[in-house]
């Protein structure tokens, strides 16, 4: 528990707004959300059957971070989210991390792929800049790479998809960390040239074995096989940060989501943010 921090986490429920006081949650100002009269859950019929996580309307908090400033010498986070839907458990994850950066006084910089409308296809205009940096920058991956740029710590955030990224996620990454950006080849091979940055992943999962966090957390359920799937997802995650030259900072991982119509909701994702915030206060502030 992060006992020193008990602050109010603002939730987002039709046209009211209610505070739930929780230790360790973070505060969401009513200036730091999208008004509640703006937002809705915008869960289709579907949402009421489907095995996907989605947070109760009462319960959804959207959180707005301040964005970079021009100020060099403030840390910045720059979160790539990759889900289409703001009410998801992912996105509450997203939301919840954000928060924590800020409070942590580390700038952060939302860039929302679906809100975007951000193209992940790698054409056959766009294959060679991506693979051996040939030709110009595609506008709308200048505008990422500059964001890249600033930012010391990159965090990914996506549900579980097959395993992978979710496709617009892997796209940015194909497309934004392209050749001769991310890296450049060298008389000793390919050499990352994102250097003093560091990669995260925040994923939300199906059942992976039974966890939440990374390697050693398993819940007791088959921890054997949850550690072995977090290791390939590290071979994975650190062989893509030697590409770019970053570091790798690892990944929260969770496969403990409540049931969509779990009676306790609202204490089990309070329980879901604490050990976000946890996880995240050992990874980057201890």
């Known amino acids: 528990m992060l006992g020193s921090l008990a602050v109010t986490l603002l939730v987002v429920a039709g046209c009211s707004e209610n505070e739930k006081t929780a230790e360790s949650v973070i505060e969401i100002s009513s200036s ?25 309307d009462n319960l959804v908090a959207i959180y707005e971070p301040e964005g970079f400033s021009e100020d060099e010498e403030k840390e910045k986070a720059l979160f790539v ?25 580390i700038e952060v910089e939302k860039r929302d792929l679906y809100e975007l409308d951000f193209d992940p296809v790698l054409t056959l205009d766009t294959f060679y800049h991506a693979k051996d940096g040939e030709g110009d920058t595609p506008e709308d991956v ?18 579980n998809w097959h395993d992978t990224p979710t496709a617009i996620v892997k796209g940015y990454m194909e497309r934004v960390f392209a ?12 050499e990352g040239l994102l250097k003093e940055k560091d ?24 921890d054997e096989t949850w550690d072995e799937y977090m290791k390939a997802f590290k071979v994975f995650d650190d062989d893509t940060a030697a590409f770019w030259g970053v570091t790798n900072k690892g990944r929260f991982m ?23 915030q946890q996880h995240l206060k050992k990874d980057f502030f201890e």
Do not use: W
């Open 254 to 276: 969770n496969d403990q989501t409540p049931a969509n119509d779990s009676p306790t909701y609202e204490k089990e994702l309070t329980e879901l943010r604490e050990d976000l």
């Open 142 to 159: 200048q505008i990422e790479q500059d964001f890249v740029t600033q930012a010391d710590h990159i965090i990914f955030v996506y549900p």
């Open 179 to 190: 050749k001769q950006y991310a890296y450049q080849d060298s008389e000793q091979g390919l």
């Open 32 to 56: 730091e959300t999208t008004n509640s009269s703006e937002v809705t859950s915008g869960a289709s019929a579907s949402d009421a059957t489907t095995s996907a996580s989605i947070v109760p």
């Open 199 to 222: 990669i995260y992943t925040i994923m939300n999962c199906g059942y992976l074995g039974g966890g939440r966090g990374f390697i050693g957390d398993g819940v007791g359920q088959n």
């Open 81 to 105: 989210i990759g889900d289409p839907r703001d009410y998801s458990v992912t996105y509450d994850l997203a939301n919840t991390a954000m928060a924590y950066f800020e409070s942590e006084g």
